[in-house]
């Protein structure tokens, strides 16, 4: 029986999750909120949606993914809308 090898623990530690991030409510506010990862750097971002369970908290939510997800999930310089 074999031990995990550096090689394997390095690309476990590289992989990127593949779910979505969910939209949260920030403790003790009304906020939403969800944390994006940038699969290179391993930077992550917080992007405030608005008043938490409302339609257009909602709406920006599903915006936000859809730019971020076709870029590979990495994160943009310019915050995103």
């Known amino acids: 029986?074999?031990?995990v090898t550096p090689r394997r623990r390095l690309k476990e530690a590289l992989t990127v999750p593949?779910?979505?991030?969910?939209?949260?409510?920030?403790?003790?506010?009304?906020?939403a909120l969800v944390t994006l990862m940038d699969a290179v750097t391993k930077e992550r971002r917080d992007c405030w949606l608005g008043t938490f369970d409302t339609p257009p908290s909602r709406e920006r939510y599903h915006r936000i993914i859809a730019q971020w997800e076709p870029q590979g999930r990495v994160l943009p310089i310019l915050p995103l809308l």
């Open 18 to 31: 593949e779910t979505v991030p969910s939209c949260r409510q920030r403790n003790g506010s009304d906020q």
């Open 1 to 3: 029986m074999r031990g």
